[in-house]
């Protein structure tokens, strides 16, 4: 029922910036949570930021200080704009949005609490 995509990916120099974009659709309830995955080859899914209910964002250690989220205040869009871009953010970035949840969030970036998954899009960084 509920629709998740993303955009924006593409290839860009180290030290440089990309906005990512996704909205999700066909919800008749608010998502809990959204937030971005990603996935480089050869290593595990990585939850890279997320935005919950209660407006605290989670960032990743490896790319707080450099990427920001923004979203509207209906929840169903999540733009992540990646700044100082290093070749070690180079994947296939997810968008995921959560059901209703009911209860404190502890780990938002915990992908076991997203239902639905946009198919991804791809983000190269060249030195």
């Known amino acids: 029922q509920v629709q998740v995509a993303e955009s924006g990916g593409g290839s860009v120099q180290a030290g440089g910036s990309l906005r990512l974009s996704c909205t999700a659709s066909?919800?008749?309830?608010?998502?809990?949570?959204m937030a971005w995955f990603r996935q480089a080859p050869g290593k595990e899914r990585e939850g890279v930021a997320a935005?919950?209910?209660?407006?605290?964002?989670t960032f990743a250690d490896s790319v707080k200080g450099r990427f920001t989220v923004s979203s509207d205040n209906a929840q169903n869009t999540l733009d992540l704009q990646m700044n100082s871009l290093k070749t070690e953010d180079t994947a296939m970035y997810y968008c995921?949005?959560?059901?209703?949840?009911?209860?404190?969030?502890?780990?938002?970036?915990?992908?076991?609490?997203?239902?639905?998954w946009g198919h991804g899009t791809q983000v190269t960084v060249s030195s």
């Open positions: 995921a949005a959560t059901g209703q949840i009911i209860g404190l969030i502890v780990k938002p970036l915990n992908s076991a609490l997203y239902t639905y």
């Open positions: 066909g919800y008749t309830y608010r998502a809990t949570c």
């Open positions: 935005l919950c209910s209660d407006r605290r964002t």
